[in-house]
């Protein structure tokens, strides 16, 4: 009885091979995609070994880029175990001491937490995300088919934590005051998702997850406001490095996208929902940075007893 083909001996796998090795010679593009840097999305070979032959670093190789039933499986393995991960975090925040500021109000006891659970995302997420851009920076060059375990992993990882989030504000009914995270939390999951099953676009969601590395000093800004610490100069110091990480890792990676995806991804499928979903995000960003100028730059431009203050609740989640 001969044994199972394998996948270097499987006929479609060795065509799907020598298409993408043909792919440099013909200068073609499958599906008709372009890129900045050229045919093929901006697709750079480069050294690597994968199996019993050379594959492009940063790719995953044929058979593997479309996720199989077992794949997705694990993928959902990996989300729920995320999703049980923070809830986990959850119930330890519920031991850190809370400030008089915060215990004198009940309704700010749950936001403290909440707010704890998701300073613990956004070190985690952001500086993973920075290591895994640092470790392969040749995914830059293939934003819709580059592919790394580090990059998958951190976007089930991710996506666990806004559905954990998600539960938590409608279980703890603060979907009012909170709408607005919900919407982004309903926007960043239907998302990642399609990233998961597909296996495209990873590299943008990793861009995107730089945005963590801002929401540290968004979270401390908002933890400290509502401790009512007694040190200006903490406050003033991490306003003005929020400030800068906020250009540097928010507003930056989001522009770039914006511009890569109107460019250079067609609006169609899967490509016009994430386009559609970024020009949304973007809206939601430039609304949020207004606030936080006018809350800590501009305070005289902040609404009075007449609107809605700059620092209310739906600023508090939305912004961190």
């Not at 199996?51 to 492009?56: E, K, S, Y």
């Amino acid at each position: 009885m001969n044994a199972a083909a394998t996948p270097a001996q499987n006929p479609p796998t060795l065509r799907r091979r020598a298409r993408w090795e043909a792919w440099p010679a013909r200068g073609e593009c499958p599906m008709g995609r372009r890129g900045p840097a050229g045919a093929c999305g901006g697709r750079v070979r480069s050294k690597g070994v994968v199996g019993d032959g050379a594959w492009p670093r940063g790719r995953a190789p044929p058979g593997l880029g479309a996720m199989g039933p077992g794949w997705r499986a694990a993928s959902a393995a990996l989300v729920g175990g995320s999703v049980a991960i923070f809830a986990a975090l959850r119930r330890l925040a519920l031991a850190v001491p809370q400030p008089a500021a915060v215990r004198s109000r009940p309704g700010r006891v749950w936001r403290w937490r909440n707010l704890l659970v998701s300073f613990a995302h956004s070190v985690l997420a952001g500086l993973w995300a920075l290591f895994s851009l640092w470790h392969s920076p040749e995914l830059l060059s293939d934003i819709q088919d580059g592919y790394s375990v580090s990059g998958h992993l951190l976007v089930c990882f991710s996506s666990g934590y806004f559905i954990h989030d998600t539960l938590d504000i409608i279980f703890n009914h603060q979907s009012r005051s909170s709408w607005e995270y919900l919407v982004h939390h309903a926007m960043a999951i239907s998302a990642f998702v399609s990233l998961i099953i597909t296996g495209r676009f990873l590299v943008a969601a990793v861009l995107l997850l730089l945005v963590e590395v801002s929401n540290i000093f968004l979270t401390v800004r908002m933890l400290l406001k509502m401790s009512n610490v007694p040190s200006p100069a903490l406050y003033e110091a991490n306003k003005y490095i929020n400030l800068v990480v906020y250009f540097a890792f928010r507003l930056a990676p989001q522009a770039y996208l914006t511009c890569y995806f109107l460019r250079h991804v067609e609006l169609q499928g899967q490509g016009a929902f994430l386009t559609a979903n970024l020009l949304l995000l973007d809206a939601m960003i430039l609304m949020y940075f207004s606030r936080l100028l006018r809350s800590d730059f501009f305070p005289s431009l902040r609404k009075g007893s007449a609107g809605r203050d700059v620092d209310g609740p739906a600023f508090t989640r939305s912004a961190a």
